[in-house]
DNA sequence: GTCTATACCTGGATAGAC
DNA sequence: GTCTATCCAGGTATAGAC
């Protein structure tokens, strides 16, 4: 990793614990282990730091979601759920993986701390996080209950409806156990049982 | 008003908006009227201001929730539609108000603006923030469909999985529309949709 | 309780030696 | 590319007159 590199990754870490304002230029020397002079010749101001993440971030997104849909996936597996077969066993699998990217990935679980604090301080990254946390979510997972609906492995329903169901649970636990990462467990444990019912309401009823 | 009732009121606007570091003494003194050095005579410190409207929050809450279970309600309105019988418009009424409290309420929502933002800078505020907007949502939620439950207005399903049904489309779309209050009725129309289907989950098919 | 004046500090950013 | 030294702006808080 370059310094600049290990600049934009430090500052990541200390914007997605104490904040943007809550983070000076010489934290984030500290943290490389440089003087806070040394890091302009690396960034030309703290927002260019900032702004160099949200690229980031974005960059990606836009590699991942390009190509499969969903912030998860290195194939086509998920296209494979809807064209294939729907067992609850891949629709646990498909939660788990959104859940846990959003959680765990080195970067992005940072990058969503950081985004949830700092959405309503910068246009910018209130477009980039309500565009891959909500509109493109809900928007991938549309596609993909419409066309499972269509070709009957469930029940015509509203697909954004279904969407909103499927994954609001995801989101709402993210929410509330994103601060907790030592409750991942419990956080699983619910996450399941709601797969669990979403699967039942749609698969195994009168439909 | 009083003074001090003033500064605390433009506090949280400001907090609201700009963050709590994003806000100074001099900016929240020029809202009010008055000179930064005037403002320490109400209040001994900018923590103080925060604490003060956090405290306030809880207070509110307190009233409300330990009388009604529900942070809606001048009434025993909600315990009677666990009571009584459930109509897919009572619900709808149900979700409105919670959702209309969290995104109008003149103290709760830039409260909770102000809550998003700084949950992983003060632990008081992360506590009071969860509790309401989380836990207590919840587990109110939960006892709600555990006594429809058991009265048999619904299916025999775990009411903490319902209640999670129920609330996590509230809260995806109090997140996403939180920051754009003009799109209140694009919110309110996704709210309906999410509802009725709730409704129909549960009421309508076999059970 | 409000003002003016001020002390003190932190933080962002630059200059110039090495 | 890293350092030391420094500048400057802005922020919290206090002192003391009115």
Redesign the pocket.
Same mark, same amino acid.
């Given at each position: 990793m370059t310094?600049k590199e290990k600049i934009a990754d430090e500052a990541l870490t200390l914007f997605s614990t104490k904040g943007y304002r809550g983070?000076?230029? #010489?934290n984030i020397a500290d943290a490389v282990g440089?003087?806070?002079?040394?890091l302009?010749?690396?960034f #030309?101001?703290?927002?260019h730091i900032f702004d160099t993440i949200v690229l980031e971030m974005h960059n990606r997104m836009a590699r991942l979601s390009f190509q499969t849909g969903l912030p998860s996936g290195p194939s086509c597996e998920n296209e494979a759920n809807a064209c294939g077969q729907l067992t609850i066993d891949s629709l646990r699998v498909l939660s788990r993986k959104i859940f846990l990217f959003y959680l765990k990935d080195n970067f992005v679980s940072r990058f969503l701390k950081m985004a949830v604090m700092e959405q309503y301080h910068s246009p910018e990254i209130y477009a980039v996080y309500h565009k891959i946390f909500m509109e493109e979510s809900i928007a991938y997972q549309t596609d993909l209950f419409r066309e499972m609906t269509r070709q009957r492995y469930c029940q015509a329903v509203d697909p954004e409806v279904m969407a909103i169901n499927f994954y609001s649970p995801i989101f709402f636990l993210l929410s509330k156990y994103m601060g907790e990462p030592e409750k991942e467990n419990t956080a699983l444990a619910l996450l399941d049982k709601q797969v669990a019912e979403f699967y039942s309401i749609y698969w195994n009823q009168n439909g």
């Open positions: 310094t983070t000076s230029v #010489k440089i003087k806070d002079s040394s302009y010749k690396h #030309k101001s703290k927002k």
